[in-house]
Nanobody, 125 residues
Framework: QVRLVESGGGVVQAGGSLRLSCAAS????????MGWFRQAPGKARQFVAG?????????TYGVSTKGRFVISRDNSNNTVYLQMNNLQPEDAAVYSC?????????????????WGQGTQVIVSS
């Protein structure tokens, strides 16, 4: 079982950038596809970005984040990153990373095997 810990959240002005990190423990990290989701108060959890397992490097993004956010992974350090650029107030949420066994279902949160505790992102206008 992989365990996940996010970091890098904080307060940023609109138009600014943040990079989130998700550190994984366990020797099977490279076998998981990884995803970032976010949840704002009173709203459903939303898919942000996903990256396929190991070194295939295939990525996919949610409609609202494509072109502004970039997901990447470093299997040597068991870490997945989310670079967020041009942040807007509507991007404010708790961001969580998860480990998915199936790349085909990386956008389906119910199929994930593990989640981190989340990190808060606040965007001031």
């Amino acid at each position: 079982q992989v365990r996940l810990v996010e970091s890098g959240g904080g307060v940023v002005q609109a138009g600014g950038s943040l990079r989130l990190s998700c550190a994984a423990s366990g020797r099977t990290f490279s076998t998981y596809s990884m995803g970032w989701f976010r949840q704002a108060p009173g709203k459903a959890r939303q898919f942000v970005a996903g990256i396929s397992e190991e070194n295939t490097g295939v990525t996919t993004y949610g409609v609202s984040t494509k072109g502004r956010f970039v997901i990447s992974r470093d299997n040597s350090n068991n870490t997945v990153y989310l670079q967020m650029n041009n942040l807007q107030p509507e991007d404010a949420a708790v961001y969580s990373c998860g480990a998915a066994k199936s790349w085909r279902l990386v956008k389906v949160q119910s199929t994930y095997e593990a989640w981190g505790q989340g990190t808060q992102v606040i965007v001031s206008s």
